[in-house]
């Protein structure tokens, strides 16, 4: 019914709404329904005699990202070569350009996810260096430097992703538009960073924003708020404050299992968390005040 | 007719039709205008989507 509705919006170009309320619900976390209307919506484009290659493109890289958000990595890398494939032998525009920059950075982000951080940090590099090269909006310019920065983290130049992160974040910081929620993921992947030194005292702070951000821009339910949180949690942990962290990690293995599922590797590591905290803390000191039947239902 | 006269600017020399109806709706006289590229490609590409980009945070574990 409700691809009925969006098909209905505009006509002529049914995949525009198709595409809009798919990535809409995306952003909202709500992935399950979000999936055939962006399958709908590539199937449309793929069909609109007046679609070009850069609309096939963007509907193609919605379901790429909603496909990463689930997971299923191979499938979003797939997508994503096709929309490259498309846009590289469009005429050089500006359009076609950004569009390149946030392929190259989509793709990157696979490789990372995979593990695959040289491949991922070339990539990365790629879409910085078009992106640099449009010299239009520099909010995508940050975003694309705090993406290349987790890579640069993964292969371990840490005092490097530093720098990317602060610089990313200055830019964001400054933006005459706000983008908060591109704020909040540098803040949290600069605690995050914090935390793999062993810094947690200085990790406190940027996450502590990036939740309190990310709850007011995503809503309590979204499973990005859940990642933070769990990192938020770990440095909680480390910090000695256990009821908290453990009332953090709780919310968020129930958040990531509600949104993922019980298998999807955030899920399994909130709930890793959650379980060696409360094994660590039982062997200390008996059972945790909290613990009491509070378990996420991950395996039901 | 037009010509690029500084990085990022479009000039946009009017016709004397555009003068004239220029000069009817605002009373000013102007011979050219200019655009910045980011200004102009809206105006000639209003529909060209764009992408959205992932995050790469990833979950703290021991």
Redesign the interface.
């Known amino acids: 019914m409700l691809r009925e509705v969006v098909a209905s919006i505009e006509p002529s170009r049914p995949w525009l709404g198709l595409r809009m309320e798919g990535?809409r619900l995306r952003e909202l976390g709500a992935f399950q329904p979000a999936e055939p209307l962006l399958r709908e919506a590539v199937s449309a484009t793929e069909l609109g005699s007046v679609a070009g290659a850069?609309?096939l493109?963007?509907s193609l890289?919605?379901l790429g990202?909603l496909c990463?958000d689930l997971a299923r990595y191979d499938e979003a890398s797939e997508l994503y070569e096709r929309?490259l494939t498309l846009v590289s032998t469009q005429r050089e525009?500006?359009?076609t350009s950004?569009?390149l920059a946030?392929?190259y950075?989509?793709l990157?982000?696979i490789d990372?996810?995979r593990g695959r951080f040289q491949s991922a940090e070339v990539l990365a590099r790629r879409g910085v260096t078009i992106r640099a090269d449009i010299?239009?909006d520099e909010a995508?310019l940050a975003?694309?430097l705090?993406?290349l920065a987790?890579?640069v983290e993964?292969r371990g130049r840490f005092d490097e992703a530093e720098a990317l992160y602060r610089e990313g974040l200055a830019i964001l910081e400054r933006g005459v538009v706000r983008r908060e929620l591109e704020i909040a993921?540098a803040l949290?992947?600069l605690g995050?960073l914090h935390?793999?030194r062993k810094s947690f005292a200085l990790a406190l702070v940027p996450l502590a924003r990036a939740v309190t951000i990310k709850r007011r821009v995503l809503g309590a339910a979204h499973p990005?708020l859940g990642?933070?949180l769990?990192?938020f949690a770990?440095?909680r942990e480390r910090l000695e404050d256990v009821a908290e962290a453990e009332a953090l990690y709780l919310e968020a293995a129930s958040i990531c299992n509600a949104a993922l599922g019980p298998e999807h590797p955030?899920t399994l590591?909130?709930r890793?968390?959650l379980d060696?905290l409360r094994e660590s803390t039982r062997a200390a000191h008996g059972p945790l005040a909290h613990e009491h039947g509070s378990h996420p239902s991950t395996r039901d | 007719m037009s010509k690029k006269n500084q990085p990022?600017l479009i000039r946009i020399v009017l016709s004397p039709e555009q003068q004239q109806k220029v000069r009817t709706a605002t009373g000013r006289e102007v011979e050219a205008i200019e655009l910045t590229?980011?200004e102009l490609?809206p105006r000639i590409?209003p529909n060209?989507?764009?992408?959205?980009?992932?995050?790469?945070?990833?979950?703290?574990?021991?």
């Open positions: 990535e850069l609309e493109a963007a890289n919605a990202l990463k929309a525009s500006r359009a950004r569009a946030t392929l950075h989509n990157g982000g990372h996810a010299d239009e995508d975003a694309d705090v993406a987790a890579i993964a993921v949290a992947s995050a935390a793999r990005d990642l933070t769990n990192n770990f440095v955030r590591a909130c890793r968390n060696r | 990022d590229v980011q490609e590409a060209a989507p764009r992408l959205a980009s992932n995050h790469n945070e990833t979950p703290l574990t021991v």
